[in-house]
């Protein structure tokens, strides 16, 4: 008998259905973090002031259905922006599968838990300031946003 080999190795991302696309997401919520663009550079900088609508502990949208009424600018993912946009960061699975790598062993369709994403590093709970408390965002410029952990990177899960 064989495994059936996982979706995301098998199916281009613009072949999936809506729930394995959703299912990618690894809940880190770094991308609901604000990003500051340089206007003469075009050069991104992450923040460590979460969405409006970002839980910073449980790292997920708090009215995920409503959140483009809610957030206008909220942007909705799909394989044809995922392939446009370079605020991603470099962790974010639909980022990963685009360059055509595998997911790592903290992603929750690999470990089998919600909680290793968190574990890992990876997530941003309890490291965001709330929009509404935070002020000039240029004050929360931060570069873990855009980096990989170290306990992230192995390709197993440590100890
Ligand atoms: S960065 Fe990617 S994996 Fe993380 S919450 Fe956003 S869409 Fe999901
Ligand atoms: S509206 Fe929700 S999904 Fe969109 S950026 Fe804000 S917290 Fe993230």
Same mark, same amino acid.
Not at 20 to 40: A, F, Q, V
Not at 82 to 110: F, K, S
Not at 130 to 144: C, I, L, N
């Given at each position: ?25 690894? !809940? ?92 890992? !590093? ?5 490291r965001t300031v709330p929009e509404r408390e935070a002020g000039d965002f240029e004050d929360h410029v931060v570069a873990w946003p ?12 440590p100890g």
């Amino acid at each position: 008998m064989t495994d059936t080999p996982s979706f995301w190795r098998t199916k281009p991302l613009d072949a999936m259905s809506r729930a394995e696309w959703e299912s990618l997401c690894d !809940g880190c919520g770094r991308c609901c973090l604000h990003k500051l663009r340089d206007e003469d550079t075009d050069r991104l900088a992450f923040t460590n002031v979460g969405c409006r609508l970002l839980d910073g502990q449980s790292c997920q949208c708090k009215d995920y259905e409503n959140r483009k009424k809610r957030v206008p600018d909220c942007v909705k993912l799909t394989p044809k922006r995922v392939a446009a946009i370079d605020w991603l960061p470099p962790t974010c699975a639909y980022r990963l599968l685009a360059e055509g790598r595998d997911l790592p062993w903290w992603h929750p369709l690999v470990s089998g838990s919600p909680e290793t994403v968190h574990e890992a !590093g990876v997530s941003v709970r309890g490291r965001t300031v709330p929009e509404r408390e935070a002020g000039d965002f240029e004050d929360h410029v931060v570069a873990w946003p855009g980096r990989w952990p170290a306990g992230a990177k192995s390709r197993r899960r440590p100890g």
